[in-house]
């Protein structure tokens, strides 16, 4: 029987460095924490109802302003001139 620990069962020692790096940079983005009381939960549902409704009749906007007139983006803005370069000689 072997007395003592061995080298595989060893554990390593936890490394303070890498938890002093993550507490050091959070991260980045809006921390939101959802509402408890009814009455939050309620202003809050209501407020992103009106977000979406929103964001969709400015969707909707957009989309009516961009098909209003012709799409000429693929097409040349002038028309093709006839060539006259070939000229008759009398």
């Known amino acids: ?3 003592g620990k061995t080298k ?3 554990s390593k020692a936890s490394n303070t ?3 002093a790096k993550a507490a050091a940079n959070p991260k980045k983005g809006k921390k939101y924490i959802p509402p408890k009381k009814q009455a939050l ?4 549902t209501l407020q992103r109802d009106l977000t979406a409704k929103i964001n969709r009749s400015i969707e909707h906007q957009m989309v009516n302003a961009a098909s209003a007139g012709k799409l000429t983006i ?10 006259s370069s070939k000229s008759k000689r009398p």
Do not use: C, D, I, W
Request: charged share 15%; no cysteine.
């Open 8 to 10: 595989g069962l060893q």
């Open 74 to 83: 693929m097409k040349n803005a002038a028309p093709p001139e006839p060539s």
């Open 41 to 44: 939960v309620k202003s809050a």
């Open 1 to 3: 029987m072997v007395q």
């Open 17 to 19: 460095r890498h938890a």
